[in-house]
């Protein structure tokens, strides 16, 4: 994906935009300014041309540290002060493993939203310039099949009578 950013400079800058876009979720403040936000985000990788995958892959591993960081906050320590993986001196609290299993979920909604917002413009965008280019190209086709009868009327109306389309102008016209 190195080919989407100029400098070292412009990762960073990405970086932090994406910073305060996951620290904009984790407060809740799911607004107007976050819709707005998220289809700039959206419109930028459509124009790009960021396939989807790289956006998913690139959540599929946010999502995991996110995770890990939330049991690793929240998963009871033992007395030693050692990490989840080492052995509890005591059982889990009542409870705890529910408010873990909780957080954990709304953090995997909170990005499935934000997926979903940011590739339903994804997808938008690539379908208006699907239909700009089908415009585009129906206009030139008319443009050029006008001047191709324009000028055949043009010599028949001189007095060529032999005057006709070439080849290769489409049947229905």
Known sequence: TNRFFASDAHISSAKGRQESH??????GRIDGDYVKAVTTIGQVHAKIGLEPQWYLGGYAALIADLAAAVIDERWPRNEAGGGWLKRRAKP???GSARKLSDE?????RAAMLDIDYSISVYLQEAEKARVAAEAKALEEERRLVSETIGGAMARLASGDLTAGLPDGVAEEY
């Open 92 to 94: 889990i609290p009542e």
């Open 22 to 27: 996951w620290k904009r979720i984790a407060s």
């Open 104 to 108: 954990v979920g709304l953090l995997v």
